[in-house]
Nanobody, 123 residues
Framework: QVQLVESGGGLVQAGGSLRLSCTASGRAFSNYAMGWFRQAPGKEREFAATINWSGGLTKYADSVKGRFTISRDNAKDTVYLQMNSLKPEDTAVYYC????????????????WGQGTQVTVSS
């Protein structure tokens, strides 16, 4: 499996921006599509964005479309999530994982779920 470490979360005011990073190790990073997911308190984990192995294809949840941008650097085994125009409802723990394709955000997952990174957006 792919080991994943997320970072970059924090506390930000509504309308602000954050950039999350997820660094992978253990298997060939460029073999996989990658996805960002989030879990708010009391809710199930949900899909936010996915990107294919080359970075040429992306998919976004309607709730983040136009505000979030997913990208990757295969030379650094890292996937990013640029989050702009943040809203209080974006508050969640954000996770990444490795996927087969950008539409396989329901699984299977090829990475071990990390601890995630907390994003808190104040109003």
């Amino acid at each position: 499996q792919v080991q994943l470490v997320e970072s970059g979360g924090g506390l930000v005011q509504a309308g602000g921006s954050l950039r999350l990073s997820c660094t992978a190790s253990g298997r060939a990073f460029s073999n996989y599509a990658m996805g960002w997911f989030r879990q708010a308190p009391g809710k199930e984990r949900e899909f936010a964005a996915t990107i294919n192995w080359s970075g040429g294809l992306t998919k976004y949840a309607d709730s983040v479309k136009g505000r979030f941008t997913i990208s990757r650097d295969n030379a650094k085994d890292t996937v990013y999530l640029q989050m702009n125009s943040l809203k209080p409802e974006d508050t969640a723990v954000y996770y990444c994982n490795a996927l087969r394709t950008i539409v396989d955000y329901r699984g299977p997952y090829f990475g071990s779920w990390g601890q995630g990174t907390q994003v808190t957006v104040s109003s």
